[in-house]
């Protein structure tokens, strides 16, 4: 009998991103990228930010809220990628692309978490 | 067996049916939210650099470009949301006293936290 | 009310022709025919070379299933009055090879519903003197899944089979679902094995189409993120606490 796919892993971790980026990234992205810059918002200053940054929960929750989504993206998109442009021969390409892009997002999320002044 | 005739699958497949067309959208989203962890990576490059570049970073997010792409992210990252917790009760089968749970309770509460968290961030981001 | 409403029908002869067409019928408008009272009409009356599957007539057996104006229905159940004053194109069922006409090859369909062992699997060799017990509640469980009639509607409306033939389908998992959730079969290990891969559940992108056009409320698509739930849920079980791996 054929071992089990580990895809099992990957869609774990994309529905873990999906959940995660359904109930908190539509509040950041209306503060941050809608209501603040448009001044319907008083936004944090920067010094307030940075004073929040310190805390490692606001890290560690930081990086989660980056990394997580990547990865729901990285797999959606793979499969969009199947389905939609119907280009599963180029599998390999598509996985690297995909899963790369994902960990690289990762590693520099953590590299900018960690180096917060 | 000679003689079946086998209809090959258009590329464009996705635009025959209303159905197929909304779920093609609703997995663009992930763009969308991609889109957004890309901004924030920079936000805290920004952050990283000292006051005067995240000045730079919020002057960038004010251009007409950068709005227009936050807005339609924004309305994609609501789709998913929607979508997500519409479809979370066809994955989570309840069952309290041998009998399962409506899947409207079942989004319901989905709701209910999206709003509980989005408020609670909200308030963190904004008590100053 | 008009008297005839005109039907559209695919017809295709794998020994005269390069590839399927569509031909014209004009049948009487009956406020109670379904498409199948018109094809019937048209095969007894018009022209009786047309060849199609059929019957119950009364959604149970699963033979009708045609695209009806591109959506997959059960003739049986589709009446002409939805559609007035047409005309209404009646379609082979899509991503299934053609046979003739409106008869599509189902080997495939029957090859993924084999696949999936669906039957009671006992492990530990014992079974009750007597029949089985079940509860009301233990039935419960597994009895939507059940109600399939195998009509293949699921099949012609899902876009990963459409272009991955491979993939086992939403009436094959709903299937196995069925059997892993009876308190009497002991196989969802063996189950899993074989659908844990990229053919069985995980080609699955939950376009959610199948649920749609099921005639019979089974909800293959909840069957199917249900199973993917628990395969995960078993993968990680298995990974941390291996002596107790299934």
């Not at chain 1, 929960?57 to 793979?78: D, K, M, N």
């Not at chain 1, 180029?90 to 590299?111: H, K, P, Q, R, S």
């Not at chain 3, 029957?110 to 999936?116: D, I, Y």
């Amino acid at each position: 009998m054929a071992k089990r796919s580990n895809e099992s892993y990957l869609w774990a971790l994309f529905g873990a991103g999906g959940v995660v980026a359904a109930m908190l990234i539509p509040v950041h992205l209306f503060l941050f990228g809608i209501a603040i810059p448009l001044g319907w918002l008083e936004g944090p200053s920067y010094e307030r930010l940075l004073d929040l940054a310190q805390h490692w929960l606001v890290r560690l929750y930081l990086f989660v809220l980056c990394a997580l989504p990547l990865f729901h993206w990285a797999h959606r998109f793979r499969y969009t990628l199947y389905d939609g442009l119907q280009i599963k021969h180029l599998n390999e390409l598509v996985f690297g692309f995909c899963y790369g892009g994902a960990i690289l997002g990762t590693g520099v999320a953590a590299y900018l978490l960690w180096n917060v002044p | 067996m000679s003689g079946r005739y086998h209809p090959r699958v258009s590329t464009w497949w996705w635009l025959h049916r209303w159905g197929h067309l909304r779920f093609i959208l609703r997995e663009l989203t992930s763009v969308a939210v991609a889109a957004w962890v890309v901004i924030t990576l920079w936000q805290l490059c920004a952050l990283d650099s000292g006051p005067a570049a995240y000045a730079e970073f919020q002057a960038r997010l004010r251009t007409p470009w950068l709005l227009a792409l936050n807005l339609v992210s924004f309305v994609f990252v609501l789709f998913h949301a929607v979508t997500w917790f519409n479809l979370a009760p066809a994955a989570m089968v309840v069952r309290v006293g041998g009998k399962r749970v409506p899947a409207a309770l079942i989004a319901a509460s989905n709701y209910a936290a999206w709003a509980a968290a989005s408020a609670f961030v909200a308030w963190f981001l904004l008590r100053g | 009310m008009a008297e005839t409403i005109t039907l559209e029908v695919t017809r295709y002869d794998p020994e005269r022709d390069a590839r399927p067409a569509l031909q014209n019928y004009d049948v009487p408008f009956r406020k109670d025919w379904v498409v199948l009272d018109a094809l019937n009409y048209v095969k007894d009356r018009l022209d009786g070379s047309l060849s199609y599957r059929w019957s119950c007539r009364m959604g149970i057996c699963g033979s009708c299933g045609m695209m009806v104006n591109g959506e997959p229905k059960l003739t049986c159940a589709t009446f002409l009055s939805v559609y007035a004053p047409g005309p209404i194109r009646v379609e082979p069922l899509q991503y299934f090879p053609l046979i003739r006409d409106l008869v599509i090859d189902m080997t495939d369909f029957l090859a993924k519903l084999r696949k999936v062992v669906p039957w009671i699997v006992r492990e530990d060799g014992r079974e009750p003197e007597g029949e089985y017990l079940q509860t009301p509640e233990q039935l419960d469980l597994y009895k939507q899944f059940s109600m399939c009639i195998n009509c293949m509607l699921c099949y012609a409306a899902c876009p990963v089979y459409g272009l991955d033939p491979l993939f086992t389908g939403p009436a094959a998992i709903a299937l196995a679902q069925r059997y892993n959730l009876d308190n009497r079969d002991q196989g969802a290990s063996e189950r899993m094995d074989i659908l844990a891969q990229h053919d069985g559940i995980w080609g699955c992108t939950f376009v959610g189409e199948c649920t749609k056009v099921c005639p019979k409320h089974v909800d293959p698509a909840g069957a199917i993120q249900q199973y993917k739930v628990n395969t995960a849920v078993q993968a990680f079980k298995n990974l941390l606490l291996p002596w107790g791996a299934k």
